[in-house]
């Protein structure tokens, strides 16, 4: 590694204000975690993004344990996959300006589209290039804390806009027109396309919204939003006579 990346990967972990001691072995696998499988390199984040995510998972868990100990288990759960999900990685990353540290091959250069499932690959990366550096959560937990802070405020104030499955089922039951239906179809084939999955949901046979997302099941959650938000200030879905 180069003094040039070495100052840059330096300057990077310095903002994640952790208060990691920079060495060698910890510069060498976040430069791993920044390497991007398109550069066809063998130290790629490939690794590192596999393990990142379980690590993310434990470190969540231990701080709704934490932060948040009298929660149902149900919520907490419900509250967990909002702060791993895809989209709250790529916002933790889009704050460090992360797809800039990014070493790229040409293909994934030139996609545009992908540059919020490029920061959230490489923010998980960059959380196991740490664990494994470190040897513990201890730094993870000082970088992340304060954003999943921000988010479980969020999402415990209005958890509707988080959870929408569970409260458009709750809606429809409260008002006897039976559950939600859904209908999800995959409209590509590239795993990470944000509009891979396209899901259009009904309650009582009459279709409320669509929505589209990297999976069934963020497709699912989307169109429920969506529905939520289309009921507002509509009038209530009759039952099929």
Known sequence: MDSSRAAELTGLIQRLHAEIPI??????????????VSTGRARNLERLEFLGDAVLRLAATEFIDRNHPHLAVGTCSNLRAQLVSDRWLAEVGATLSIETHLLLGRHAEGDRSAQARLRADATEALIGALYTALGDLQAIHRWLTPHWRVTAEAVLATPHQYNGKTALQEWSQGLGLGLPHYITEECSLQHGDPERFLCRVSVSKKELAE??????????QNAAVAALQSLEGRDTPQASQ
Do not use: C, F, P
């Open 23 to 36: 060495e060698a072995g910890l510069l060498v696998q976040v430069d791993q975690a920044l390497t991007h």
């Open 211 to 220: 929505a589209k997302g990297r999976s069934r099941k963020e497709a699912e």
